[in-house]
T-cell receptor, first 115, second 115 residues
């Protein structure tokens, strides 16, 4: 079974631009979560989508948004990029039907550099 | 709110020696606990997880972890370290109240393996 895939793997943007990252979950997984990883703040939860609905949200400004499609693929968007948005963005998927199925499996990440 | 503490930022272990990485969590009920490993420039790979039942859990690559409720700990162990184990290790807790998908991570422990 294929793992979680994320595209693109690397991105360079300039301040003020917007960016869209994509995540394809493991087949059959309905939950997709996004995390931001930076050297200063570590791994922080952005949001989670389940069956096309945002179910959980972290403490990030409204510039960070996401969505999930009917095939469970997810995108996250960051508008008006700031230098501090430079990070590794990780996507994780899970079955999320209780118990051990809550286990999240991570993709390789998208590394975003904002200049 | 739940939290995870990994008190050791760096640990150096000789190849073939045993390893123990510490993890302490703060959470009111029975937590869902995870250990992930991250190689440079890569995503997170799940090593093992604890949901309930036997407090000693086995994972991949010869790792194990023991859940100790009285100490609020979930330490990761390996009897004999290989050079390929050099990586960063993250402990995480999932909160049933706010959503198991909203993982809270520790700051990580970077493992260095000396020859």
């Amino acid at each position: 079974k294929a793992g979680v895939t994320q595209t693109p793997r690397y991105l360079i943007k300039t301040r003020g631009q917007q960016v869209t990252l994509s995540c394809s979950p493991i087949s059959g997984h309905r939950s997709v979560s996004w995390y931001q990883q930076t050297p200063g703040q570590g791994l922080q939860f952005l949001f989670e989508y389940f069956s096309e609905t945002q179910r959980n949200k972290g403490n990030f400004p409204g510039r960070f948004s996401g969505r999930q499609f009917s095939n469970s693929r997810s995108e996250m968007n960051v508008s008006t990029l700031e230098l501090g948005d430079s990070a590794l963005y990780l996507c994780a998927s899970s079955l999320a039907t209780g118990g051990a199925s809550e286990t999240q499996y991570f993709g390789p990440g998208t590394r975003l550099l904002v200049l | 709110a739940q939290s995870v503490t990994q008190p050791d930022i760096h640990i150096t272990v000789s190849e073939g020696a045993s390893l123990e990485l510490r993890c302490n969590y703060s959470y009111g009920a029975t937590p869902y606990l995870f250990w992930y490993v991250q190689s440079p420039g890569q995503g997170l790979q799940l090593l093992l997880k604890y949901f309930s039942g036997d407090t000693l859990v086995q994972g991949i690559k010869g790792f194990e972890a023991e859940f100790k409720r009285s100490q609020s700990s979930f330490n990761l162990r390996k009897p004999s370290v290989h050079w390929s184990d050099a990586a960063e290790y993250f402990c995480a807790v999932g909160d049933g109240n706010t959503g198991f998908q909203k993982l809270v991570f520790g700051t990580g422990t970077r493992l260095l393996v000396s020859p």
